[in-house]
């Protein structure tokens, strides 16, 4: 029992913070049949105010990328991964540097996604009190199932993701971490 004194007191999770808006990193949930682990918990924020928040789950060796954003009162989510850039028709990085811009639509594998919104916004990785500046080109192919944006850090690098929205209901098991 003196003992007790010197051991590092555990967070205790209560049953209400095991659902999807406050997943923490360590944190398990299960979507489509298989188990993630949540990575990391980051966060946007948009230049009209607007912010998205995002957990980085790992399943296997996938990465997926969860993110929530309320629009006009209503929850949306969506789950997304990393592509190369260079998986895309066309030189589009090149492209985009030399118009600050990309094409009205881009096509990923066969399929075409057309041009949307931009904004530009900055990303904040866990607690971070700054910022990284980046501007986003959003895309969706013509059924609007699947969405694809196109990232600009600084000059020259870019970054893909592929994804679709997803309903709060489809995860299941959230587990609190170690």
Known sequence: MAFDFFKKKKEETK????????LKPGFLVDYDMRTHKVLA?????????AVTHEWELKEGSESWFLERVE???????????????SMLEGDI????????DPPEQVVYLGKTFYY??????????GDAKD?????AWDFTDEKGEESLTIEQWGETKFDMTLGF???EYQFTNILPGE
């Open 15 to 22: 049953l209400e913070d095991l659902v999807l808006s406050k």
């Open 41 to 49: 918990q980051n966060h946007y924020k948009w230049e009209e105010g």
């Open 71 to 85: 629009e006009d009162g209503e929850v949306l989510w969506s789950l997304s991964q990393k592509k190369p850039i």
């Open 93 to 100: 990085a090149s492209h985009i540097e030399k118009n600050e």
């Open 116 to 125: 949307e919104e931009d904004d530009i916004g900055e990303f904040f990785r």
């Open 131 to 135: 910022g990284l500046p980046f501007v």
């Open 165 to 167: 929205e997803v309903e």
